[in-house]
């Protein structure tokens, strides 16, 4: 995949037009929402936040790409975002365009949700990819999902009856209880109050600039 298909595929916080994290979306998606006009890119710099229409946003791309040409994935400016949260890049046969890390709706008030939803990717993302049984950390191919309760004994799916399990594990313990097959839980599976995967993205430096609009007592925010 070369540099401008991975940029486009890069992730973008999408805030309403109160400044609330709502969701986030791909570059492409982004872009299409600057172009018809029903967005605003947002920069952050030290605390300020100041929104650019699209054209704005490609002509600050080009003002940086002409002082620093061979910039793919540097900051748009000295003032803005550091090297340790750099923009991505897409190359056009006109132009380079920078990928706005965080996006406003300019039409778009609605509140975020509150709500994680039950799923394999954010259960893994909850119990960071380790066998809840073992401890150990394993590539997601090698990860199942285990019922504590087993459902022949009546346990459904849930947060806490839910937890990330290797291969090997899942096979011993079968279908019993942890208690039955003698393997203690690792950690006591809860359901997290913000969307685990999100946390895990701004734990890295690339989406450093994400934080100013995300409250992880409160707000969550839904992977599209």
Known sequence: ?????????????????????????????????LLKGLAEA?????????GYDFADWTDLSQAHHRL?????????????????DPYEWVRTVRMHLAVPK????????????????????????????????????FPVSELSLDHVIPRSQGGGASWQNLVCCCVTCNTKKGGRTPRQA?????????????????SIRIGSGKYQSWKAFLDNAYWSVELK
């Open 1 to 33: 995949m070369d540099a401008t298909a991975t940029a486009l595929n890069a992730h973008v916080l999408v805030l309403n037009k109160m400044w609330m994290a709502v969701r986030v979306v791909d570059a492409r998606r982004a872009f299409a929402l």
């Open 68 to 84: 620093f040409p061979d910039a793919t994935d540097g900051p748009i400016s000295a003032g803005g975002d550091t090297a340790a």
């Open 182 to 198: 003698h393997m203690p839980l690792i950690r006591k599976p809860v359901k997290p109050k913000t969307n685990p995967v999100l």
């Open 42 to 50: 947002i920069r952050v710099d030290d605390g300020s936040y100041t």
């Open 102 to 137: 965080v996006i406003r709706l300019l039409g778009y008030d609605k509140l975020p949700r509150n709500d994680v939803k039950l799923n394999r990717r954010n259960i893994f993302a909850r119990d960071h990819n380790r066998c809840q049984y073992c401890d150990g950390r």
